[in-house]
């Protein structure tokens, strides 16, 4: 009987650029070869960067094409196979990566996001250089960015075309915007990147937003976390495979049983928007870059943008180090019932209909087994080493994949009544894009940061049913305990809900002691949200 083979391991992507520093140059040439090979196929070749890239969202196919009350895209959000969809979606692509000649060894590196590097440098600059060495010439950088081969033509019914992108549109990450879809975004497009003529600045200020965002704080129980480092943390004690999988379910949880569980899904939204144009909200007076609009902000093109599948794969190493926590690398279970194990979670992607029950046999769709025999399911991609063949390197957060390991937050879940602010009734049908919803609390006179939730969204919701129904957007904020209590009689707490076009009902909406009385000024509010 043949020996199964050893697992080719993803390393982080900073390991192989410190290899190329020192002189082992081979792995990370092999990359670069590897990604040049297939963003220059065809675009109808299913290897190709545009094939693969627009499976995530644009192209729009299906019922989604044209009607709103479908996502045209493939990619699952919200829903019990966040994960395991973009774990499927990694594969595929790494499948094309090594079918590119010389690169059958090649695997795809993480973006370590919690990593010290990360933090006091940003993006690695792999992904940000301009160009690259390769064999003996100077090329375009593989990873920076990724131009359109054919147009992009958003048709969506009553759309105003809003993400169409014509051909040799090339992906653009902040401070720059990618509204180029109308006469009126494109002039308002070019007058903002007009502004920021040099790459090499650009790439500053892309990187500061990063180090911002990453070494950002909250503070619980009078110590400061990092937010987005601690999300990721927390993520890792979630209790089950639904409610680690995805927000929905999560917020679910939550509003029912009083916790503040987070799930994978919602740090992984930090920092979409962040290479995709929203500052840090916890940043104090600092200005922000309004018209900042990169193609990483929106579900639309995401994929298309080739940091999105090194952020991925981070993803997939924090999905891959909880099932290890959890003893669950052989086996996950998906509660029948949860909100975020039904379709009706968010508007249903290309391939599936309307109140489907998702489970681990659902095909993930467009992707097929290994062995080409019928449709990926979330059974074929829960043991990374033995059914797909690969595992990862070393990275920032293995010392939690120990069981006995305890997270640094954990104590955080353990929210005593009348800490936590709940923010609800965000109707994200009249939302374009991504958004950002923000808690700020009054101390003593002065107006304190306690968090932010990142919703990773699309352009056009508006007028669609479905959204009308199953895309309410909702958050909770734990307060700091030292505060709690005066806060909860005084009121004193405010959310913002930051958009595409400013602030959510123009200014901020402050907390009531419990839930709002139904006044008519209630009810004209954009939102709702209590203290309880």
Same mark, same amino acid.
């Given at each position: 009987?043949?020996?199964?083979?050893?697992p080719?391991?993803?390393?982080?992507?900073?390991d192989?650029?410190?290899? #190329? =520093?020192?002189?082992?140059?081979?792995?990370?040439e092999?990359?670069?070869?590897?990604?040049?090979?297939?963003?220059?196929?065809?675009?109808? =070749?299913?290897?190709?960067?545009?094939?693969?890239?627009?499976?995530?969202?644009?192209?729009?196919?299906?019922?989604?094409e044209?009607?709103?009350?479908?996502w045209g895209?493939?990619?699952?959000?919200? *829903?019990?196979?966040?994960?395991?969809?973009?774990?499927?979606?990694?594969?595929?692509?790494?499948?094309?990566?090594?079918?590119?000649?010389?690169?059958a060894?090649?695997?795809?590196?993480?973006?370590?996001?919690?990593?010290?590097?990360?933090?006091?440098?940003?993006?690695?600059a792999?992904?940000t250089?301009?160009?690259?060495?390769?064999?003996?010439q *100077?090329?375009?950088? $593989?990873?920076?960015?990724?131009v359109?081969?054919?147009?992009?033509? =958003?048709?969506?019914?009553?759309d105003?075309?809003?993400?169409?992108?014509?051909a040799?549109?090339?992906?653009?990450? #902040?401070?720059?915007?990618?509204?180029?879809?109308?006469?009126?975004?494109?002039?308002?497009?070019?007058?903002?990147?007009?502004?920021f003529p040099s790459?090499?600045?650009?790439?500053? #200020?892309?990187n500061?937003n990063?180090?911002?965002?990453?070494?950002?704080?909250?503070?619980?129980?009078g110590?400061w976390?990092?937010e987005?480092?601690?999300?990721?943390?927390?993520?890792?004690?979630?209790?089950?495979?639904t409610?680690?999988?995805?927000?929905?379910s999560?917020?679910?949880?939550?509003? !029912?049983?009083?916790?503040?569980? *987070?799930?994978?899904?919602?740090?992984?939204?930090?920092?979409?928007?962040?290479?995709?144009?929203?500052?840090?909200?916890?940043?104090? =007076?600092?200005s922000?870059?309004?018209?900042?609009?990169?193609?990483?902000?929106e579900?639309?093109?995401?994929?298309?943008?080739p940091i999105?599948?090194?952020h991925?794969?981070?993803?997939d190493?924090?999905?891959?180090i909880w099932?290890?926590?959890?003893?669950?690398?052989?086996?996950?279970?998906?509660?029948?019932?949860? $909100?975020?194990?039904?379709?009706?979670?968010?508007?249903?992607?290309?391939g599936?209909d309307?109140?489907?029950?998702l489970?681990?046999?659902? $095909?993930?769709?467009p992707?097929?087994?290994?062995?080409?025999?019928?449709?990926?399911?979330?059974?074929?991609?829960?043991?990374?080493?033995s059914q797909?063949?690969?595992? #990862?390197?070393?990275g920032?957060?293995d010392?939690?994949?120990?069981?006995? *390991?305890?997270?640094?937050?954990?104590?955080?879940? !353990?929210?005593?009544?009348?800490?936590?602010?709940?923010?609800?009734?965000?109707?994200?049908?009249?939302?374009r894009?991504?958004?950002?919803?923000?808690?700020?609390?009054?101390?003593?006179g002065?107006?304190?940061?306690?968090?932010?939730?990142?919703?990773?969204?699309?352009?056009?919701v508006?007028?669609?049913?479905?959204c009308?129904?199953h895309?309410?957007?909702?958050?909770?904020?734990?307060l700091?305990?030292?505060?709690?209590?005066?806060?909860?009689?005084?009121?004193g707490?405010?959310?913002?809900?930051?958009?595409r076009?400013?602030l959510?009902?123009?200014?901020?909406q402050?907390?009531?002691?419990?839930?709002?009385?139904?006044?008519?000024?209630?009810?004209a509010?954009?939102?709702?949200?209590?203290?309880r």
């Amino acid at each position: 009987m043949a020996a199964t083979p050893a697992p080719k391991i993803r390393r982080s992507l900073v390991d192989l650029q410190k290899d #190329y =520093d020192s002189g082992n140059k081979a792995p990370l040439e092999a990359l670069m070869r590897a990604w040049k090979g297939i963003k220059e196929l065809p675009p109808d =070749d299913p290897r190709s960067f545009f094939m693969i890239g627009g499976y995530h969202g644009e192209p729009f196919r299906g019922k989604g094409e044209f009607d709103p009350n479908w996502w045209g895209g493939y990619c699952q959000h919200g *829903t019990v196979l966040f994960p395991s969809w973009h774990r499927a979606y990694l594969w595929r692509l790494e499948q094309a990566l090594q079918s590119i000649p010389g690169c059958a060894d090649v695997t795809l590196p993480f973006w370590d996001e919690c990593s010290k590097e990360s933090q006091d440098n940003g993006i690695p600059a792999a992904l940000t250089d301009e160009t690259f060495m390769l064999d003996g010439q *100077t090329i375009p950088n $593989p990873l920076r960015s990724f131009v359109l081969p054919v147009p992009l033509v =958003d048709q969506v019914k009553g759309d105003p075309v809003i993400y169409s992108k014509p051909a040799g549109y090339e992906t653009v990450r #902040y401070p720059l915007s990618g509204l180029v879809g109308t006469p009126d975004d494109l002039k308002a497009t070019q007058s903002h990147n007009g502004q920021f003529p040099s790459y090499a600045r650009n790439v500053g #200020y892309l990187n500061d937003n990063i180090m911002t965002w990453l070494g950002g704080k909250i503070k619980i129980d009078g110590n400061w976390f990092g937010e987005v480092f601690s999300s990721f943390v927390q993520c890792l004690d979630a209790p089950n495979y639904t409610l680690f999988s995805n927000t929905t379910s999560a917020a679910a949880w939550n509003e !029912a049983q009083g916790t503040n569980l *987070t799930p994978l899904e919602a740090p992984h939204n930090y920092m979409h928007l962040a290479v995709g144009g929203f500052d840090y909200p916890g940043q104090g =007076d600092a200005s922000a870059i309004p018209g900042a609009n990169g193609d990483m902000g929106e579900n639309d093109t995401a994929g298309l943008d080739p940091i999105f599948f090194f952020h991925h794969c981070f993803i997939d190493y924090v999905f891959w180090i909880w099932q290890q926590r959890q003893g669950a690398t052989n086996a996950l279970t998906i509660e029948a019932g949860d $909100p975020g194990a039904n379709s009706n979670a968010n508007p249903p992607p290309a391939g599936i209909d309307p109140n489907t029950p998702l489970t681990l046999q659902t $095909p993930l769709e467009p992707f097929r087994k290994p062995d080409g025999s019928g449709s990926f399911t979330t059974s074929d991609c829960i043991n990374i080493e033995s059914q797909l063949g690969y595992s #990862y390197g070393p990275g920032s957060l293995d010392q939690y994949a120990q069981p006995a *390991t305890q997270a640094l937050v954990a104590a955080a879940e !353990a929210v005593e009544p009348g800490r936590t602010v709940r923010v609800s009734a965000i109707d994200r049908a009249n939302i374009r894009g991504s958004f950002l919803i923000s808690a700020f609390a009054t101390v003593e006179g002065k107006r304190e940061y306690v968090g932010t939730k990142a919703v990773l969204s699309r352009w056009h919701v508006e007028g669609c049913m479905n959204c009308q129904n199953h895309l309410e957007a909702k958050a909770s904020f734990r307060l700091p305990s030292e505060t709690a209590r005066a806060l909860a009689s005084a009121g004193g707490v405010e959310v913002e809900v930051r958009t595409r076009d400013g602030l959510l009902g123009g200014a901020p909406q402050r907390a009531a002691r419990a839930a709002l009385a139904a006044t008519a000024e209630s009810q004209a509010a954009p939102f709702k949200v209590e203290i309880r």
